[in-house]
């Protein structure tokens, strides 16, 4: 659990680069931009997909014993991970949306910022909530998700913390106050971690989990094709966005490529097994009537 809530507050800390780009002058190009926000979207997309909607399809079908009940529940949470998230991207007003794009860079709408500044913060701190989650749950889970998980989090945030950091200073008129209150909103992702862990702790299991990973597959997918990709293209360089995301994939799939293929112990000469229909697919079937063929043991497959 320590890993896991050190890991969500990183992330959430991450917030404070971008805090204090915004108050330090320091403008880390449109190129950079581009690229880091790509490659964050490349890395949620790839572990969304490849990584933790099929682990919480297999905790589900283990849970109810039946592919076609795990499945279907798997996918339902992950649409439904979308919904929320989209219902909270509605409820914060574009205007002091950080990740709507157009509304970093523009005058008027920082003009309105430097009224709400304050409440700037609280909204993104809102936001962040289901991401903290996401982390946390992951760090529970397997390290090996968590980290990518994370690392994507965090680029994410660094933006986060320049567009809330550079109206708060206008609102404030102070260097230290606006990078406090832009660190501040960060740090809602290890609170929402917490919360969301002591709210589930008492029913946590297969089932639960299951679903919660169909959630933040969902959470995650929206952010990197609502938020990160279209903030990515707005600075103007849609090829450095696009070399981001296929770097995002190609780094989470250099990483997962030698942790998978160790795990694949089959015996020698013997063709590879198929999965028992209506068996969890954590493991491979060793059962004699699945396909005629003897696995040397039961194997993680993810």
């Known amino acids: 659990m320590l890993f896991a809530l050190a890991l969500t507050l990183l992330a959430g800390l991450s917030t404070s680069i971008g805090a204090a780009i915004a108050v330090g002058h320091r403008n880390p190009g449109p190129k950079f931009m581009a690229g880091a926000l790509g490659l964050s979207a ?5 572990v969304s997909f490849v990584e933790i909607l099929p682990q919480g399809v297999d905790k589900l079908i283990t849970a109810f014993d ?22 909270i991207d509605r409820l914060v007003p574009e205007e002091i949306n950080p990740h709507e794009p157009g ?19 609280a909204a993104l701190a809102f936001h962040n909530f289901p991401e903290g989650f ?26 986060e913390g320049i567009a809330v950091a550079v109206p708060l200073r206008q609102a404030m008129g102070s260097r230290r106050k606006a990078f406090a209150w832009a ?3 960060g740090l809602a992702e290890p609170v929402g971690a917490v919360v969301g862990y002591v709210l589930l ?38 090829h450095y966005a696009i070399y981001g995301l296929i770097a995002g994939m190609g780094r989470n799939q250099a990483v997962d490529a030698p942790r998978l293929n160790s795990s694949l ?15 969890s697919l954590s493991s491979f079937c060793t059962h004699a009537t699945c396909s005629g063929v003897t696995v040397a043991k039961s194997v993680p497959f993810l």
């Open 42 to 46: 490349g890395v949620m997309l790839y």
């Open 66 to 87: 039946s592919e076609r009940t795990g499945t279907w529940l798997g996918v339902g949470a992950f649409f439904l991970g979308i919904a929320i998230i989209a219902v």
């Open 103 to 121: 509304t970093m860079l523009d005058d008027a709408r920082r003009a309105r910022l430097m009224k709400t500044g304050v409440f700037a913060a």
């Open 134 to 159: 996401a982390a946390f749950l992951a760090g529970l889970e397997d390290a090996s998700i968590a980290l990518p998980v994370a690392f994507a989090i965090a680029i994410h945030n660094i933006p």
């Open 183 to 185: 660190t501040l909103s």
């Open 201 to 238: 702790l008492p029913v946590l299991g297969d089932t639960t989990m299951g679903v919660a990973f169909g959630v933040i597959a969902g959470i995650m997918v929206f952010i990197s094709l609502d938020e990160l990709l279209p903030t990515a293209e707005e600075t103007g360089e849609h």
């Open 265 to 279: 112990s089959i015996s020698r000469g013997v063709a590879p097994p198929r999965i028992c229909r209506g068996v």
